[in-house]
């Protein structure tokens, strides 16, 4: 999502809504929102080993068999030796590990060991790697539990090792305390279960040799704890290294500041400088050199579409319900393909302001919105293919006469399961009653049309790589609420199309549609509200209009021509009996009564009016 919105703002917030209901999380009490004693830097590398053993065991779920891509990445293999102190009976036991705990000798141990009282990072690395730790277990000569030695002997190294640096004793923080303990680079040779670190001349002293197999490292990025006055006081911040990942293969380091809220480069000189009453790493990230500049997209070749078709008994149910899947393989998403798209939302946190006693309005709190409708519908063949046949209904057996805009028929049209109280399901404008979203009384549960919000997410996620080009009306605000960056490449937005060159008000769907296309539609006469297949639908034949227009030469004419009747219209739809004075040709010069008119927002993309929590503070008077 970063690389997509190239600079622009980016927030997780579905990531963290999915990452909340994972059930390891409850267990392990990680919730920034649910702990108010555990130091952040505990959290987050709490965090840091479970994200990564939930992404590896979900790859080998998907592959069925052996290790996955994300094992060869990020696990050193290795085994663990086992003896009992009793008999001396010894065993192995094949281990993997995700993320290595940094253990930090006594004072008294590095004095025994080195000349200095602080160890190297090599040193501390090595002894981290090869751990030993004694457990209590089952010991089978002995037949009863015994104390066992196990030790722990890697065989193989992945190309990003993470560590958790777990500074918390005083032997630990004196380490970080040294100016230039952490090394940039550090040189890793793994021969007959021995693990060996090198750092510094040692380094270049075997690199010049060249008598081993040496791997070298590179630090990739670290995430630190900026104390506060409190273990809630702090917070963190992640320092990355953007060469690293920077398909131009440059030599030349580009680190950045990553916090709440802002990225912004960063000298390397206040990377690797640590201070242990402010500033702590509780994160590292090493990555073998070799891979810099190594960005693998062989995945876009081979993304698995099959969650975009329908297959079996539920085709004919989505049929009758006016739905038509894609149908394989006749119709394929190929990069340029239009399709039009819509949302509706339902409120989940009413919007609270505070009225001073100036009259002034002050936002307390937004209100919070959920996806709980998305419809995609087909837009024709892509601008670039001569192909007649691909997103049009050919093959699809409709009973009634296909009408002119026939192909723009929709082939998602989700409701999406809302599992957190809503507090407003904003009928007059989503369409949406209380019961859809509900598993248990959803009218769309048996066509398998009520689905969950990652599924929803996957299939835009999906015709976004895939190259889809999205057509909508005020597209920025259903993107942001849905938290999914597309590209400007491949949006167009119908607000934008129909804006006038001199004036800053956008033209609401219903007026164009009006205007344009003689159609009235979001009318509350209906009883319906918006209607997300609808409104995808308008904006695509917009499109179509501006297209025609543009062949015309007349785009320009006809936006200054609807802003000068909007403006006597008041930008604002006329009722069916006002109507035939738009039909009958050039607008009187008298103004229309207001009770001519349909209220309709007149910025498209606005939040509906939601119920709001007013604080309102008066001065009292005598």
């Given amino acids: ?87 001396s009976n010894e065993f192995f036991r094949n281990d993997g590990v995700y993320v290595h705990d940094m253990v930090y000798p006594s004072r008294s141990q590095a004095r025994n060991n080195s000349r200095s009282s602080v160890p190297f990072f090599s040193q501390v690395l090595k002894a981290s790697v090869e751990r030993t730790d004694q457990t209590r277990g089952w010991c089978d000569r002995c037949k009863r539990y015994q104390h066992l030695v196990a030790q722990k002997r890697v065989t193989t190294v992945p190309p990003v090792l993470t560590l958790n640096t777990a500074a918390q004793t005083a032997d630990a923080r004196q380490c970080w305390a040294k100016p230039g303990w952490l090394p940039q680079e550090i040189g890793v040779i793994v021969e007959s279960g021995n693990f060996f670190c090198f750092e510094g001349q040692d380094l270049k002293h075997h690199l010049h040799r060249g008598a081993y197999q040496i791997e070298v490292y590179e630090l990739a990025g670290l995430i630190a704890n900026i104390a506060g006055m409190g273990p809630q006081n702090s917070h963190l911040v992640a320092m990355v290294n953007c060469a ?59 993304l698995d579409t099959s969650l975009l078709y329908q297959h079996g008994t539920r085709s004919s149910q989505l049929e009758e319900e006016n739905v038509f899947p894609l149908s394989f393989p006749f119709e394929r998403v190929t990069p340029g393909t239009p399709v039009g798209i819509d949302a509706e939302f339902v409120s989940l946190e009413q919007e609270e302001i505070e009225i001073k006693p100036d009259g002034t309005r002050a936002t307390l709190r937004p209100s919070r919105l959920a996806l709980a409708r998305v419809s995609v519908l087909r837009g024709g063949q892509p601008s670039h293919s001569k192909s007649a046949d691909w997103l049009t209904p050919t093959n699809l057996n409709h009973d009634h006469e296909p009408a002119k805009q026939d192909h723009h028929t929709p082939f998602i049209d989700d409701y999406i399961r ?88 956008k033209l609401s769907l219903r007026f164009l549609c009006w205007y344009l296309l003689n159609e009235r539609v979001q009318m509350e006469e209906t009883g319906k509200g918006h209607d997300s297949v609808e409104d995808a639908r308008m904006a695509l034949r917009l499109w179509a209009k501006w297209r025609e227009l543009e062949a015309k030469g007349t785009a320009t004419r006809t936006v200054e021509d609807i802003y000068r009747r909007g403006r006597e219209f008041r930008f604002q739809v006329p009722s069916a009996t006002a109507s035939l004075q738009r039909m009958s040709g050039p607008i009187s010069g008298r103004a229309t009564p207001l009770s001519d008119f349909e209220d309709a927002p007149s910025m498209p993309g606005t939040p509906p009016r939601n119920r709001t929590v007013v604080v309102q503070r008066m001065r009292s008077e005598s």
Wanted: aromatic share 8%; glycine share 6%; net charge neutral.
């Fill in 244 to 302: 690293v990942s920077d398909s131009s293969k440059t030599s030349q380091d580009d680190w950045h500041l990553f916090n709440d809220f802002l990225v912004r480069p960063v000298p390397v000189d206040e990377v690797f400088r640590f201070e242990p009453s402010c500033k702590l790493p509780v994160v590292l990230t090493y990555q073998q050199k070799r891979f810099r500049g190594h960005i693998d997209n062989e995945w876009k070749k081979n």
């Fill in 418 to 505: 809302v599992t957190e109280p809503i507090v407003d399901y904003l009928t007059a404008f989503s369409g949406i009653r209380h019961g859809d979203l509900s598993p248990a009384t959803s009218p769309y549960s048996s066509s398998g049309r009520l689905v969950s919000l990652k599924t929803a997410y996957k299939k835009l996620w999906l015709l976004l790589n895939l190259g889809c080009v999205f057509v909508g009306h005020g597209l920025p605000k259903d993107f942001r609420t849905i938290n999914i960056h597309i590209p400007k490449a491949q949006v167009v937005d119908t607000v934008d199309l129909f804006m006038g060159r001199s004036s800053q008000r």
């Fill in 1 to 87: 999502m970063l690389e997509k919105a190239a600079g622009q703002n980016c927030q997780a917030t579905n990531f963290l809504k999915t990452l909340s209901e994972l059930p390891g999380m409850s267990q392990m009490a990680i919730d920034e929102e649910n702990v108010t004693s555990r130091p952040f830097g505990q959290m987050i590398q709490l965090m840091n080993r479970y994200l990564l053993e939930v992404a590896a065991a979900e790859f080998r779920d998907h592959l069925k068999a052996g290790p996955s891509l994300m094992d060869q990445a990020t696990a050193s293999v290795g085994l663990m030796h086992i003896r009992c102190t009793h008999c």
